[in-house]
C-alpha cells in the first residue's frame, strides 16, 4: 500500500494534470473498479449540489440491481472535475480514453511524485478501502461501497482487514 505522506506526494503530482487528478481523487474517494470507472458516463456525475458532489456506478443486464450504487465525492471534487470538462469535454464517457491510457497518466504522476512503488488503479481502490476500515467503517458498509457481492467479500475483507490491521 501507499503510506499517508505517499498518497498526499501523489496527489499533489496528479494536479498537474486535471485528468490525473480527477481520476486520483475519484479513486481514493470511491474505490471504484478499473472497469467501473471506465464505465462512467458525464450523465452518472452529479454536481447538482457542488458542496455535496456524488457519483452513480450503473452496470448493464443482470448485475445492475445488485451493484448500483451512489458514492459521494468531497466539495473540492467539483472544481476539478468543472476544469476537467472543459478542458476534455466528454460526451459519451468519462474518460474517453482507454484503461490502458489511464494507467499511463497516472504512471506520470507517480514519476512526478518520486515514488519507487508500483502504483495501479487497483491499487488506489486497496488504499481507499484498508482508510476506510482504519476510519471505523462497518465491514458490511465497505461492502457496499465496493459493490461486492458477500462471497467476493469474504476473500476480499479479510485481505483488507490484515492490511488495515496487521497483526
Known sequence: LLFDDE?????RAAAE??????????LLRTGLKKEEVMGLRPGHVDISDPEHP???VHFPGQAKRRRERRLELTAAWTAVYLH?????????RLFECTDRNLNYVLAAAVR????AKRVT???????FAVRQLRAGVAPEALREQL???????YE????????????
Open 7 to 11: 498518497v498526499e506526494r501523489l496527489e
Open 17 to 26: 494534470d486535471v485528468r490525473c487528478h480527477l481520476l486520483v481523487l475519484l
Open 54 to 56: 456524488a457519483i452513480e
Open 84 to 92: 476537467y470538462l472543459e478542458r476534455y469535454q466528454p460526451r459519451e
Open 112 to 115: 512526478r511524485a518520486g515514488l
Open 121 to 127: 488503479l487497483q491499487l488506489l481502490r486497496d488504499v
Open 147 to 153: 459493490g461486492l457481492s458477500e462471497e467476493a467479500w
Open 156 to 167: 476480499t475483507g479479510e485481505k483488507y482487514r490484515k492490511l488495515a490491521f496487521p497483526a
